[in-house]
């Protein structure tokens, strides 16, 4: 994980490029093989991102890639945030864009059925919601929570914070406020318990 | 390496023990490997040793004379200043040089005129720094170039606007800072970003809502903080995720006793000074940043 060696590596590439040619179907083979013994190592990504950059490879086969590394793991924040960087570069209009969150939304919701606690997929889709530009998707957001919620799927108290937490941030983007909401003071109220030590945060929400 | 630490609850802080833990490391044991592997470094390490001291308040009880020639010593013609004597010239042991005068009270001893050329000719066309001249870009370094020049009185010198204009572009989908556009948000780099905003004033461009929260969920049940989801608590965010939540004006968002409790099982209270996390080995940067957490 040492950053001038990565640096060191960069600048070397560079050199080579400009003098004769570097070999970056190598480098990015290079840097598949260190993703593979170390996913979030952000030095290897960020060169990843440099061999890329440079070898001109499309969003499309890079977004592939972080699909490969969630598959692996659901927790791979990084191949997440590289995903949420990728995702605009593979559409080329607003109705593919909007597609494409969709798509995004179902495959998300895969990883945090498989595993409610794991806060990586539900940070990708808190981010997936703020895209989102019309209220009726909103809502169908809001029941996805509400069934995960749902006394069926008998989650813990510790494993509902997560959806509770999304529920929240998506009544507020509808327009609810703790002062008419019961349903959104009482979810803030509980996520004050199953998460004592954010408690402030939680009361600055409902205060808001 | 301390033992049994698991053994003690450590509930206070141990003061004399920091203090003689720094203070022993200025002892040149040039026979060391260790004091040769850091020479790079040693003009920040002086930094972190003299804040540190300055947190316990024992000041005094550094040789201020021997480190200011020292760090004199480090100072490059073209106004930067290296690791140690006979280096080259970076952004962060000019920082770090700029920081041991200001601890000591010795700020006008500086040639501002040319350190302040210095940073302003590492600026970059997009607003981004060089941290050399071998063009290494990160979000440190707008932090360290803005940071040395605000010491300075000097902020004059250099783009203000661009340099805000790029530390933006490393604004990530969840409302935290990577080293560079299109980088993984991470606490350290979060300090950094934050704190350039907060010296240009900006901080009204950014989410702080988002990015609070964010800061906030890096503290662990330990009590601990990490510097990104899912990695292991580390005493140093001790001071990158706090101080980022206190410029944002929300550090009541994380648990406050959990997080003393944690540093303080960090310390070793046989040879003194702080680990990075609970029964592993103290250094001088780590108590520097357990103290000031």
């Known amino acids: ?101 969709q798509r995004e939304i179902d495959f998300v919701k895969n990883a945090f059925y498989t595993d409610a606690v794991d806060q990586s997929p539900w940070l990708y889709y808190r981010w997936l919601l703020s895209q989102l530009k019309d209220d009726v998707d909103m809502k169908q957001e809001l029941a996805t929570c509400e069934e995960l919620l749902s006394e069926d799927m008998e989650l813990t108290p510790f494993e509902s914070k997560w959806p509770t937490l999304t529920e929240v941030s998506i009544r507020k983007r509808l327009g609810e406020t703790s002062h008419e909401s019961e349903l959104l003071r009482a979810s803030l109220t509980r996520l004050a318990e199953v998460d004592p030590d954010r408690k402030n945060y939680y009361e600055y929400l409902m205060g808001k | 390496m301390a033992e049994g630490n698991g053994d003690k609850e450590l509930q206070t802080l141990l003061r004399e023990k920091h203090v003689k ?178 010296i240009a004033g900006k901080l009204d461009q950014i989410d702080v809502d988002l990015l609070g929260w964010w800061l906030a969920e890096r503290q662990l049940p330990s009590g601990g903080l990490n510097g990104r989801p899912q990695k292991l608590p580390d005493v140093c965010y001790s001071w990158w995720v706090l101080s980022s939540l206190g410029m944002l004006d929300r550090l009541e968002w994380i648990n406050k006793e959990k997080l003393i409790s944690f540093i303080l099982q960090c310390q070793d209270p046989d040879a003194g000074g702080i680990a990075d996390r609970p029964d592993d080995r103290a250094d001088v940067y780590h108590t520097f940043f357990g103290v000031a957490g």
């Open chain 1, 1 to 101: 994980e040492e950053l001038l060696l990565w640096f060191h590596r960069q600048w070397t590439t560079l050199r080579l490029q400009e003098w004769h040619t570097c070999d970056w179907g190598y480098e990015l083979e290079l840097c598949t093989a260190f993703l593979k013994a170390d996913c979030r190592n952000f030095h290897c990504w960020n060169y990843r991102r440099h061999v890329t950059e440079q070898a001109r490879t499309s969003a499309k086969d890079e977004f592939a890639f972080t699909t490969k590394k969630i598959l692996e793991l659901f927790s791979n924040y990084s191949a997440w945030h590289q995903r949420s960087a990728l995702l605009p570069q593979t559409c080329t209009s607003e109705e593919e864009l909007a597609k494409a969150l």
């Open chain 2, 21 to 198: 833990f720094i203070r022993q490391h200025d002892d040149k044991r040039e026979d060391d490997f260790a004091y040769w592997a850091v020479s790079h470094l040693r003009v920040s390490g002086y930094y972190w040793g003299l804040c540190a001291m300055a947190s316990l308040g024992a000041l005094d009880d550094m040789p201020k004379g021997s480190i200011l020639s020292f760090v004199r010593s480090c100072r490059h013609k073209s106004g930067g200043y290296g690791g140690s004597p006979g280096h080259d010239p970076h952004l962060l042991y000019t920082l770090s040089a700029v920081q041991v005068h200001a601890l000591i009270g010795a700020l006008e001893e500086l040639d501002k005129e040319s350190i302040s050329k210095y940073v302003s000719g590492l600026q970059q066309a997009d607003g981004s720094f060089f941290g050399d001249r071998w063009g290494e870009v990160d979000t440190r370094f707008s932090y360290i170039a803005l940071n040395t020049l605000a010491l300075l009185g000097r902020l004059d010198a250099v783009d203000m606007s661009k340099a805000v204009d790029f530390v933006l572009q490393c604004v990530n989908f969840d409302g935290a800072f990577g080293v560079v556009p299109g980088a993984e948000s991470h606490a350290g780099q979060t300090f950094c970003c934050v704190g350039a905003l907060a």
